[in-house]
């Protein structure tokens, strides 16, 4: 059999994808990735090392994950039941593209609806598995354009909807009341809210997925300083985590995982809040920075990071900024209205410092 009578083998979607690709080596100062840039200091590592020493890695992990699951249902509330897991937030999305996918009557493929731009893994992930996706273009503020969301989901009756809020990449939290008017209109699909830059942004929507059975809540360590495990959860109606739980690889956490994301979320949360306070705080002194150069505009975030629009060449300023061994992120695709911004991950003082300095270095 030939190498393209193989490759006709594999599914027609992928024709039209690329693989998601990270860069290869690390600069100095990474600010492209939305990590927290805080090492976790010693007395932390050292509590980790001590869990880990005692555990049996000869041994299967919990299957279940009752322990972090445990840890879950206290830190954020509802019961242990309601959160399935998955090696990162991403394998969630995958889950779920896996498990919701019957089409609807007189539908060819099911849909999924997000407004746009947005992660892009919810396309991304959905079409890969034969979903047809459509995005729906945010309003000039960034916020739900109601009207056009109701609209695709009226017509569509998409199984699932995402919603990230705080958004990707544009920073800003959705309005409570636009959020919950499309919750509410449209019953018969799962509305999944992903607040992975949630802890960064002082609010919540956990009262709407407590509220109504057809809501999600997603979230991550990932952005607070644990992206190296890959731990992500689903909180959902239970009745829906059981039917993901049936699709979910039985070990797909590991072991150091569990143990360290449980530590996360109980002893080392302490160290966790004083990162994100420090961001927080870093974010408006580099906001105010930035906004001193004519040619940049900062839009108001509630995350981790800065979207800066650019009226210079932003492949020229990315680059410029790659010779000072400082990384951002740039739009080559997607959403044409952030081609012309960059994403600015917030980092320590002396990070952002070194960012300020080479701004005025390349701007003037
Ligand atoms: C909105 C949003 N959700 C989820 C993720 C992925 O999270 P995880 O690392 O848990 O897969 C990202 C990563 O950039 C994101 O921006």
Redesign the pocket.
């Known amino acids: 059999m030939s190498i393209e009578s193989l490759k006709a083998l594999f599914r027609a979607e992928l024709d039209e994808l690329s693989a998601y690709r990270v860069p290869p080596a690390a600069p100095a100062v990474k600010l492209d ?2 990590e927290s840039p805080w090492p976790l200091p010693p007395a932390a590592r050292a509590r980790i090392a001590a869990v880990l020493h005692a555990s049996e890695l000869n041994r299967y992990p919990d299957g279940r994950a009752t322990k972090l699951r445990e840890a879950l249902a206290r830190g954020l509330g509802g019961s242990a039941d309601e959160y399935v897991l ?8 995958s889950l779920i593209a896996t498990a919701m996918c019957r089409s609807r009557a007189n539908a060819e493929r099911p849909v999924v609806v997000f407004p746009e731009p ?2 892009v ?1 919810y396309g991304m992930t959905s079409r890969t598995h034969g979903w047809r996706a459509i995005g729906v273009p945010l309003d000039g503020a960034w916020d739900l354009d109601a009207d056009a969301m109701a609209d695709a989901l009226e017509r569509t009756n998409p199984n699932v909807v995402y919603y ?1 809020s ?4 544009t920073g800003n939290c959705f309005s409570r009341s636009r959020l919950e008017a499309l919750i509410d209109a449209f019953p018969d699909s799962l509305h999944v809210i ?1 607040e ?2 949630g802890p960064y942004s002082g609010q919540s929507f956990a009262t709407f997925a407590e509220e109504r059975p057809h809501c999600a809540l ?6 607070v300083g644990f ?1 190296g495990i ?3 959860w689903v909180r959902i109606h239970e009745a829906l985590s059981a039917e993901l739980e049936k699709v979910r690889q039985p070990f797909n956490l590991n072991t150091a995982a569990q143990e360290i994301a449980t530590l996360a979320l109980t002893d080392l949360a302490p160290v966790i809040e004083e990162h994100i306070t420090s961001v927080v705080a870093e974010r408006e002194r580099l906001a105010t920075a930035l906004d001193e150069h004519e040619s940049l505009r900062c839009f108001p975030s509630n995350a981790n990071f800065l979207l800066v629009q650019c009226a210079g060449n932003v492949g020229e300023l990315c680059a410029a900024l790659l010779q000072r061994d400082i990384a951002v992120r740039q739009f080559s695709t997607g959403d044409s209205r952030v081609r012309s911004c960059i994403r600015i991950t917030v980092g320590t003082p002396d990070e952002n410092q070194r960012l300020i300095e080479a701004l005025r270095d390349i701007l003037g």
């Open positions: 990735a939305n998955g090696v990162g937030s991403d394998e969630l999305i947005t992660f893994m990230a705080p958004n990707n990449p992903d992975a830059y997603m979230g991550t360590l990932s952005k992206a890959r731990v992500g």
